[in-house]
Structure formats: C-alpha cells, structure tokens
C-alpha cells in the first residue's frame, strides 16, 4: 500500500526489509481490560529477495507478542484515589494478564513444543523477562494479588 508518491518502497539502497503482520485480539464482551496482539516479522535481503535468517537460526520469520492494557483502565488505574481500590483493580488485571499467559504458554506440556523453541539472542532482557513473570506470579498465585514488587527497579 502506498500512502505517499514520493516515497519508493523501497527506497534505493535498502539491505534488508521487514514486513510486520499484526492481528490484535480482544474480547468482544468487554470482560478483559488487555489487548493481545501478534506480530509475524518476516525479514528479506534486497540482493536476491530471500527470506534471512534469524539469529536463533529459525528461518526468516519472527513473532512479537504484546499485552496491552487499555486506554480507559489505564486511567481508572492512574486516576484512583483509594489505596484498597487500586489494590483490587491491579489484583483483578494481574490475573487477567496471568490467565492470558498460561493461554499462550501453557504450563503443562502441549504436543512437542521442545521443537519450535529457540534461545533469546538477548540474554539480559530475558532475564528481567523471567525475573518479571516471577513476581507476578508471586503477587497473583502466592501473595493472593497483596505486596506487589516488581523485579525491574530503576538504578
């Protein structure tokens, strides 16, 4: 699609390009306050027009998966005046986004997953990721949705 005539796709000199396909998911009943979205990258060269590898070595197609919380929770939440309100509301969400996962990656074993796996080429940030999922899983499973601590604090 061109949304500009003076702008080429694409533009002389491109090494690489992505293309993002992205399908967002929501409930229709309004019940959940996230939306998901999924997003296939595909990444070419511009030499031959085949599709590059990726650095996990799975082929030339990624996914991206995103949880986004919407706009009027978001200000419910950042506008809430009562410390046991903001508790319940953040308590309700965290199950939201807890249940959403399990949905995604299940925590028991579903067909040969083992085989599509690929390692995370950066380390740190799938540490914080792990170290992240923890907490909430603290907060939600062990801590009945009370003392919530992130695991990323600000140096």
Known sequence: RTVDDAV????????????????????RDKSFAWRLDVTEVTTT????????????????????????????????????????EAQKLCRQLAQQAWWMMGQINPAHDVLDVE?????????????LALAQCGALKRFVVDGGGKGWRSAVVDP
């Open 45 to 84: 060269a511009s030499s031959s027009g085949i599709v590059l590898p990726t650095s996990g070595g799975g082929g030339g197609v990624t996914y991206e998966i995103e949880l986004e919380l919407n706009a009027t929770t978001t200000l419910k939440l950042i506008n809430e005046g009562d410390q046991n």
């Open 8 to 27: 080429r796709d694409p533009p002389n000199g491109w090494s690489t390009k992505r293309v993002k396909r992205r399908r967002s998911y929501s409930r």
């Open 115 to 127: 085989e599509f796996l690929r390692e995370h080429p950066d380390r740190e940030a799938t540490r």
